[in-house]
């Protein structure tokens, strides 16, 4: 166990079977156990600023990986403890400092919720855009370092489109500021926008200033169930088009429909396709707006729209939608993953998902968030099947050279991570890995930063695309 000065060596933590909960994240299972499970490793749970310098001071002078962690949401294994390294879970830095309606700024510290900032601003009558499926427990601070997005990136785009300002702790104890508090401030190069989605790698964020907007309308909702992909690809085509586009635009395949009819009655009826759900969230016109939509995807060839006249309708709309996580789960182990595709091509990968799911023997439910081609397929498989857990690790590699070759990225908001790292290099190339890993020795000289995600250590990225090994 690492010793910290007195000041820091309280906050680590001894118990076993809580340190444990802290060696995880909400990422599958390792491709292999034996080799990717940590079992030597301190857990630090920071209390303050001070805290975190002292222990990225630490680190810097005795060499010693540091995991940065938050709520432990990452889906791609991006904080994950590691032989020999310190854990430095922020989630009790969690004040929100300033909601400022003249300014349109929240100051929060990194372990606010998501939710508890949407919540306060609110209360101001303001409103925070990015919204996770995991809104309820992530934290800000994973947001900004994955540049999360969510439900409604399509009206009000990912974390990177509302953050203006970070403090963040570098290797070796400087807190470094970037960005501005003004509406408006150009001095320099953009380092927020650097250290927004670098998942943990350049350092640790202790304060972020986001945007906040006036607050729109309660949304309404409008649900159609399609025969066929391509009419249900047609209408996300035409919503996107429309003048006022929806504030949510999401879409669920056959077998994401399977799963949640197995899980409980929402109404879906069993010949669908696909269904969409769309909301609108506008101001004085939503529903306007969600009558619309239902006519532009009836005349895309929907079977059936139900359009919601009041908010307890638009939420009923949407339940089959909230269970999806938890009935996929329910179904067995699973690696949920998040490829981004452009739009037009969507039926391609769904079909193409299909067919990985019956040559590899495994489920494969496709849901996501349709209008900006994010998708976000779950590979699913008995618990405890060696065999099993091979063959979906070989559909994932499948699923990752399928959003590739359809002019896609293999992370639309969830981030590299240490699952993807072989598959960041086959996007961008061994050159560009090196260029991201030369900036990053400018802020971490050491490599000491979340050393396993995104670019690997030195030398174990670079090369034949294929799964990290």
């Given at each position: 166990?690492?010793?910290?000065?007195?000041?820091?060596?309280?906050?680590?933590?001894?118990?076993e079977?809580?340190?444990?909960?802290?060696?995880?994240?909400?990422?599958?299972?390792?491709?292999?156990?034996?080799?990717?499970?940590?079992?030597?490793?301190?857990?630090?749970?920071a209390?303050?600023?001070?805290?975190?310098?002292?222990?990225?001071?630490?680190?810097?002078?005795?060499?010693?990986?540091?995991v940065p962690?938050?709520?432990?949401?990452?889906?791609?294994?991006?904080?994950?403890a590691?032989?020999?390294?310190?854990?430095?879970?922020?989630?009790?830095?969690?004040?929100?400092?300033?909601?400022?309606?003249?300014?349109g700024?929240?100051?929060?510290?990194?372990?606010?919720?998501?939710?508890?900032?949407?919540?306060?601003?609110?209360?101001a009558?303001?409103?925070y855009?990015p919204?996770?499926?995991?809104?309820?427990?992530?934290?800000?601070?994973?947001?900004?370092?994955?540049?999360?997005?969510?439900l409604?990136c399509?009206?009000?785009?990912?974390?990177?489109?509302?953050?203006?300002?970070?403090?963040?702790?570098l290797?070796?104890?400087?807190?470094?500021?970037?960005g501005?508090?003004?509406?408006?401030?150009?001095?320099?190069?953009?380092?927020?926008?650097l250290?927004?989605?670098?998942?943990g790698?350049?350092?640790?964020?202790?304060?972020?200033?986001t945007?906040?907007?006036?607050?729109?309308?309660?949304a309404?909702?409008?649900?159609?169930?399609?025969?066929?992909?391509?009419e249900?690809?047609?209408?996300?085509?035409?919503?996107?088009?429309?003048?006022?586009?929806?504030?949510?635009?999401?879409?669920?395949?056959?077998a994401?429909?399977?799963?949640?009819?197995?899980?409980?009655?929402?109404g879906?009826?069993?010949?669908?396709?696909?269904?969409?759900?769309?909301?609108?969230?506008?101001?004085?016109?939503?529903?306007?707006?969600?009558?619309?939509y239902?006519?532009?995807?009836?005349?895309?060839?929907?079977v059936?729209?139900a359009v919601?006249?009041?908010?307890?309708?638009?939420?009923?709309?949407?339940?089959?939608?909230?269970?999806?996580?938890?009935?996929?789960?329910?179904?067995?182990?699973r690696?949920?993953?998040?490829?981004?595709?452009?739009?037009?091509?969507l039926g391609?990968?769904?079909?193409?998902?299909?067919?990985?799911a019956?040559?590899?023997?495994?489920?494969?439910?496709?849901?996501?968030?349709?209008?900006?081609?994010?998708?976000?397929?779950?590979?699913v498989?008995?618990?405890?099947?060696?065999?099993?857990?091979?063959?979906?690790?070989?559909?994932?590699?499948?699923?990752?050279?399928?959003?590739?070759?359809?002019?896609g990225t293999?992370a639309?908001?969830h981030?590299?991570?240490?699952?993807?790292?072989?598959?960041?290099?086959?996007?961008?190339?061994?050159?560009?890995?090196?260029?991201?890993?030369?900036?990053?020795?400018?802020?971490?000289?050491?490599?000491?930063?979340?050393?396993?995600?995104?670019?690997?250590?030195?030398?174990?990225?670079?090369?034949?695309?294929?799964?990290?090994?």
């Open positions: 166990m690492a010793t910290f000065p007195p000041s820091v060596q309280s906050r680590v933590v001894t118990d079977d809580v340190k444990r909960t802290y060696a995880a994240d909400a990422g599958p299972e390792p491709r292999d156990p034996a080799r990717d499970v940590a079992s030597d490793y301190t857990v630090v749970r209390r303050d600023v001070a805290d975190v310098v002292a222990v990225l001071e630490h680190a810097q002078a005795t060499g010693t990986p540091v962690q938050g709520a432990r949401t990452s889906r791609v294994g991006g904080a994950r590691t032989d020999g390294c310190i854990v430095l879970n922020v989630e009790a830095l969690d004040a929100i400092e300033t909601i400022d309606p003249v300014e700024i929240a100051v929060v510290g990194p372990g606010v919720v998501n939710a508890a900032l949407k919540a306060a601003a609110a209360e009558g303001l409103f855009g919204d996770p499926a995991s809104t309820a427990t992530c934290t800000i601070g994973g947001n900004v370092a994955t540049n999360a997005g969510g409604c399509l009206k009000y785009g990912v974390t990177a489109d509302w953050v203006k300002a970070l403090d963040v702790v290797p070796g104890g400087e807190v470094m500021r970037t501005h508090r003004t509406i408006k401030g150009v001095t320099g190069l953009d380092l927020t926008g250290f927004v989605g670098s998942e790698t350049l350092g640790v964020t202790t304060r972020v200033v945007r906040l907007v006036p607050a729109p309308d309660p309404l909702t409008a649900l159609a169930t399609f025969g066929s992909l391509d249900a690809v047609r209408a996300v085509v035409a919503l996107r088009l429309d003048r006022h586009r929806p504030s949510l635009l999401e879409m669920m395949d056959r994401s429909l399977d799963a949640v009819r197995g899980f409980g009655d929402y879906f009826p069993e010949e669908s396709e696909a269904v969409l759900l769309v909301q609108s969230d506008r101001p004085g016109h939503t529903a306007e707006d969600v009558a619309r239902g006519e532009l995807m009836t005349a895309a060839g929907a059936e729209v919601a006249e009041d908010r307890q309708e638009a939420d009923l709309l949407l339940q089959g939608r909230r269970v999806l996580s938890t009935a996929v789960e329910a179904l067995g182990a690696i949920a993953e998040d490829v981004c595709v452009p739009v037009g091509r391609e990968y769904v079909r193409g998902a299909a067919e990985a019956r040559r590899f023997d495994v489920r494969i439910p496709v849901s996501g968030h349709a209008g900006d081609g994010n998708l976000h397929p779950s590979i498989y008995p618990y405890g099947d060696a065999g099993a857990r091979e063959r979906a690790w070989a559909a994932f590699d499948e699923l990752m050279q399928l959003g590739l070759s359809l002019g293999v639309g908001e981030g590299i991570g240490s699952i993807k790292r072989r598959w960041f290099a086959a996007e961008v190339g061994p050159r560009e890995v090196e260029r991201q890993r030369a900036i990053k020795a400018v802020f971490d000289p050491s490599g000491i930063m979340n050393p396993e995600v995104v670019f690997g250590p030195a030398g174990r990225v670079a090369g034949a695309a294929g799964p990290a090994t």
